[in-house]
């Protein structure tokens, strides 16, 4: 008896520990604040496109097995049998033969050379996913984190507009103002709940492909400064990275792969060798005998190989080129919109909001003790509000042209 309350004693006491730490544990996953960094390491293991374009290597590197085994045709075995009747008597006639072709050892560095390329066209068609996967994360990102300094100024918003209706209420209960006052006060104050309510959808929609990208279920919150990406690049950096942008890699290995293909169709109009040999029985003798086959390269020389490999090789040599073109123009333009975008931030932070929250709490006293209208007040306020909303909004544009700068120089990958 004693026992079974002793084993129920521990039961209870299990699912009470369970009961506690449980909630703990998911409170804990879920209170968890992702900063970019997080978000950028998170992507690079988690993210199903690149984990996809690892796994396809792997298919590159089966095709690299086959190419290194040295011969490519297994042997050839043949047996014949049969019976034999002559003067001499009937006998039973055997044939056994085997036989083995031996491939060049010019066309296997060929195809040793194809297959490498190949793999690395794999490895970097992961990086250039990576890439992409990249720039897209960190922008839905500075959206989110974005939408998240939005909805703290609209809850400010909100209370400002609060106080002032509260006011224009105490003040129409007053007689010192008209009902039309009254009511322009609350529909300021409806617009600024309707703005909070729209921010939130759109930190639902990034936090939702964020979470996507990162294979996250449960909730997800950003953290950071929009202002942290406003740094200037390393020039010389951006240099070296570009050169090693995976777009480029992946046509130069392309160009090897092609070559290849030339050397093995060059390699085909060489002669085929082959050894075999051979046992039979006739009449009761035994005979052994071995072979050697050559096979004559006088029709199939490896032309379309060749042809193709040739044609292939200068398009792609052509698209390599016009590529890296493309890149520095594509970089250059992104380092000139990112410096414009933060010039943009530059003038605000210097000209428009010094001072604001100052002017911002002047008007609503001026307001309150009788010295400007309602009208005015709510003119002068929906323009403070403007102008931190420009500053917010000036921000995220020159974060999310930091991404594309970094992304385009391939720092991100």
Known sequence: MRRSQSKT???????????????????????????????????????PQIVSARLAVEEARGRLVGASIRQQSNPDLNFQAGH???????????????????????????????????????????????????????????????????????????????????????????????????????????????DRDAAGAARAVALGELKQLLLIRDELVVEGDLAAALD??????????????????????????????????QASAKPVYGVGVQYSREEGDHVILGGLTITLPTFMKGQELGAVGTARTTRLRAELDAARTRIQIEVQSALDAYRERRAAVRVLEAEALPGLDESDALTTRSFDVGQISLPDLLLVRREFVDTRFHHLDALLEAALARVNVDASAAILR
Do not use: K
């Not at 009961?19 to 993210?47: F, I, K, S, Y």
């Not at 777009?247 to 392309?254: C, I, K, T």
């Open 9 to 47: 004693g521990w039961r209870s006491a299990v699912a009470v520990c369970a009961m506690v730490w449980l909630p703990a544990a998911n409170a804990a996953a879920q209170g968890r604040t992702w900063t970019l960094a997080d978000v950028v390491a998170r992507a690079r293991e988690q993210a």
């Open 84 to 194: 034999r009747t002559g003067e001499r008597g009937r006998f039973v006639d055997l044939q056994v033969g085997v036989r083995q072709t031996l491939d060049p050892g010019s066309r296997r560095d060929a195809r040793i050379e194809g297959a490498t390329a190949l793999v690395e066209q794999g490895a970097a068609g992961v990086e250039e996913t990576t890439r992409v996967v990249l720039r897209q994360a960190a922008s839905a990102y500075y959206r989110a984190l974005h939408a998240t300094d939005r909805i703290q100024l609209l809850d400010r918003a909100r209370e400002l507009a609060a106080g002032v209706y509260n006011v224009a209420d105490r003040r129409f209960r007053a007689g010192d103002i008209a009902v039309l006052d009254v009511n322009l006060a609350r529909a300021a104050l409806a617009r600024t709940r309707a």
């Open 232 to 265: 200037d690049p390393e020039l010389a950096a951006l240099q070296r990275s570009v050169s090693e942008r995976p777009e480029l890699r992946a046509l130069e290995a392309a160009v090897r792969e092609a070559e290849a293909d030339v050397r093995l169709g």
